[in-house]
């Protein structure tokens, strides 16, 4: 079973997570970051996707070979999971997407929906849910019960950065889905932000 938090610490995920951050990274540059962090930590995460051994006829003679057994989903919480979409569609282009329309009220930071479109055969893919950023963790919990509702059986989460707090709910609510994230971060403040962060994934995305 895959660890339930994994830290993806690679030199060049945390290279990008570091312009990421900086307050003077405009959207233009933001887009791009967020797209090609994304694809790298696209990696980590599907590695558990199943394989069916095969053989191939290479130009020399047949080898062994592993084919992907399962359907792909990469499903977006809108917005600032749209940022995320295209990086990870370059590492697995096959894949159906899905769309979970969520903000936060911001006085009780309770995510509201307002949006849902899954692929047909949620129950037969491996799911990437993608949302940049975990803080209360409410909007995870909500995506993945959406998910859930819906036949999906095989989800993985995928952040950029996280709040402790949110990670320890999350786990709790659902110990089965396993999270993956460039960075956590101690705190959240006031205002459900993450601290340090980098402000508002969305906002930050769009010049809104
Ligand atoms: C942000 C972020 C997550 C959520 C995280 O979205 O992209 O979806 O907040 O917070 P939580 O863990 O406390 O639920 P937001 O509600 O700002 O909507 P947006 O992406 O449309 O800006």
């Known amino acids: ?3 339930r938090l994994t830290v ?42 199943r394989t069916r051994k095969s053989m191939v006829q290479t130009p020399l003679r047949s080898a062994s070979a592993q084919y992907l057994a399962q359907p792909i989903a990469c499903v977006a919480v809108l917005r600032a999971g749209l940022g995320m979409l295209q ?10 997407i899905g769309h979970i329309g969520l ?15 899954l692929p047909k055969d949620i129950s037969d893919c491996f799911v990437v849910l993608c949302d940049p950023m975990l803080a209360t ?3 995870s919990i909500e995506a993945i019960r959406i998910l859930k ?9 995928m952040t950029l950065l996280c709040a402790k707090a949110g990670v320890c709910r999350v786990e709790q609510t659902y110990p089965d889905v396993p999270i993956y994230t460039a960075a956590v971060d101690a705190q959240l403040n006031k205002s459900g932000f993450i601290v340090p962060g980098l402000g508002d994934a969305g906002d930050r995305l769009f010049a809104t």
Do not use: W
Request: glycine fraction near 6%; hydrophobic fraction near 35%; charge should be positive.
């Open 103 to 117: 903000y936060r009220n911001e006085q009780t930071l309770n995510p509201i929906r307002y949006y849902v479109r």
């Open 149 to 157: 509702t819906d036949g999906a059986r095989q989800i993985a989460l």
């Open 87 to 96: 990086g990870v569609l370059t590492v697995v282009p096959k894949s159906s």
């Open 8 to 49: 993806c610490d690679h030199p060049l995920i945390q290279d990008k997570l570091a312009c990421l951050r900086d307050k003077h990274t405009r959207p233009d540059d933001f887009r791009l970051l967020l797209s090609e962090v994304s694809a790298l930590m696209a990696y980590e995460v599907m590695r558990g996707l």
């Open 1 to 3: 079973m895959a660890p």
């Open 137 to 139: 963790g409410g909007s």
